[in-house]
Nanobody, 120 residues
Framework: QVQLVESGGGLVQPGGSLRLSCAASGSIFSIYTMGWYRQAPGKQRELVAA???????NFADSVKGRFTISRDNAKNTMYLQMNSLKPEDTAVYYC??????????????WGQGTLVTVSS
């Protein structure tokens, strides 16, 4: 039904920056919420940041002041600007979208993930 494609992950030094993108395509009627989650080996997947269709945002305490989330509703695309990166930010980052299809079913979709490695 819907494909979420993440991009922008890679290797960066501590203190550096990366910008992640997530593009949603397919049978989408309306996206209510998009968000970024991350998961490190042996740890629980956690919410990093989320944004609603109206532009309301929230962030995990660990990234407040360093990360910024935004979205382009016309393109169904979400961005995560990651600044002042720390080694503990190393994880696989997943794009998530909560949306309705054209029969108004509510769907919770996930991307494949993109690896962010913060290391010198």
């Amino acid at each position: 039904q819907v494909q979420l494609v993440e991009s922008g992950g890679g290797l960066v030094q501590p203190g550096g920056s990366l910008r992640l993108s997530c593009a949603a395509s397919g049978s989408i009627f309306s996206i209510y919420t998009m968000g970024w989650y991350r998961q490190a080996p042996g740890k629980q997947r956690e919410l990093v940041a989320a944004i609603t269709s109206g532009g309301n945002t929230n962030f995990a305490d660990s990234v407040k002041g360093r990360f910024t989330i935004s979205r382009d509703n016309a393109k169904n695309t979400m961005y995560l600007q990651m600044n002042s990166l720390k080694p503990e930010d190393t994880a696989v980052y997943y794009c998530n979208a909560v949306y309705t299809d054209y029969v108004r079913d509510v769907v919770d979709a996930w991307g494949q993930g993109t690896l962010v490695t913060v290391s010198s």
